[in-house]
């Protein structure tokens, strides 16, 4: 089977970082068209910059990457430094990207790959807020049918919030965005915080990492040292959960996760449950299915994944 074309939809953090690279190891699975960075984690400035930082880390200088929203639809931009520090990729010391930012809005190069295949063979793949997803579909509702599949980590529904007592960050930011992709009719797969604070970075798992002895290795166990000290405080979990990469590893290794496909709805008008994913577990409200809502992982599968494919780097 020839690899999966898909576009990285990203605003690195620590885990989305973890998450390219996992893709950029995997040739034989997916096929990064680009990366498109968004303002979320921290500001659009710094995550075009991590994720050219994140390429040439990889040795994958070809792939390009380019800057897209800069803010959420219709709001202020809420960011996260204080889980991935100031730089979004605190812990490791790397150095700046030498490779160039391309020109052309993010947006744009979505409307314009996803124009330029034959339908269904386009996947996105968000790892942060939903605005240039919802922004491209807005400005282009043509290519919302071409589009094959989106795969996103965002939302929660048992495991509730954690930026909010009900919402996860990456929808919370921009639920307006959010509300429009779950809308779009498009085949979506969800990796919620239900099934991403299954896949814990415990001692042994970032031991494993760093024992690769690369720079690539070395720095995904510095990255998860850094980040695993706000969330193990503030879970009180062994580890930090590895959230961006479980939506690499479903490209790669589906048969890793199972879930349901359920009704979800976004919550865009509460002060009380801001950018709450309403996911129907138990189908009944009656409304179609639009998403296929994860809810298990095999974690000691997924981390096998992960250790064996960054070691080729």
């Known amino acids: 089977m020839a690899p999966r074309k898909i576009i990285i939809d990203t605003d690195p953090g620590q885990d989305d970082a973890v998450a390219i690279l996992l893709a950029l190891a995997s040739p034989e699975d997916v096929d990064v068209l680009g990366i498109t960075a968004v303002a979320g984690n921290v500001p659009l400035e710094l995550t075009a910059k991590n994720a050219r930082i994140i390429c040439e880390l990889a040795g994958k200088t070809e792939v390009p990457v380019f800057a897209g929203c800069d803010r959420p639809l219709g709001r202020d931009l809420v960011t996260a430094e204080h889980v991935h520090g100031k730089t979004g990729l605190d812990g490791p010391s790397l150095s700046d990207p030498q490779m160039p930012l391309q020109e052309q809005h993010a947006v744009d190069f979505i409307i314009e790959t996803v124009r330029a295949h034959d339908t269904g063979t386009i996947t996105l793949c968000p790892l942060g807020p939903l605005t ?5 579909f807005q400005r282009a509702p043509d290519i919302v049918e071409k589009v094959q599949q989106i795969v996103l980590m965002g939302g929660a529904y048992f495991e509730v919030g954690n930026i909010t007592p009900t919402a996860e960050f990456n929808i919370y930011v921009d639920p307006e965005a959010a509300d429009i992709v779950f809308k779009s009719g498009v085949d979506i797969v969800v990796m919620p915080l239900d099934v991403t604070h299954k896949a814990l970075v415990t001692k042994p798992r970032n031991d494993a990492f ?3 002895g690369t720079p690539v290795g070395v720095a995904v166990a510095e990255m998860t040292d ?3 000290r706000f969330d193990k405080e503030k879970y009180g979990s062994a580890g930090a959960p590895l959230h961006d990469p479980c939506v690499t590893a479903y490209l790669i290794r589906p048969d890793l996760f199972t879930g349901r496909h359920v009704n ?3 919550e865009t008008s509460s002060d009380l449950t801001m950018g709450m994913t309403v996911a129907d577990w138990w189908r009944v409200t009656g409304r ?3 998403a296929m809502f994860m809810g298990d992982i095999d ?3 997924f981390f096998g ?3 064996e494919r960054l070691a080729r780097l």
Do not use: I, K, S
């Not at 240039?132 to 491209?136: D, E, G, S």
């Open 305 to 307: 994944l992960l250790t």
């Open 264 to 266: 979800v709805e976004v």
């Open 226 to 228: 850094f980040f695993e």
């Open 288 to 290: 179609p299915a639009n």
């Open 299 to 301: 974690a000691d599968g």
């Open 210 to 212: 760093r024992a690769l």
């Open 132 to 136: 240039n997803v919802a922004t491209a």
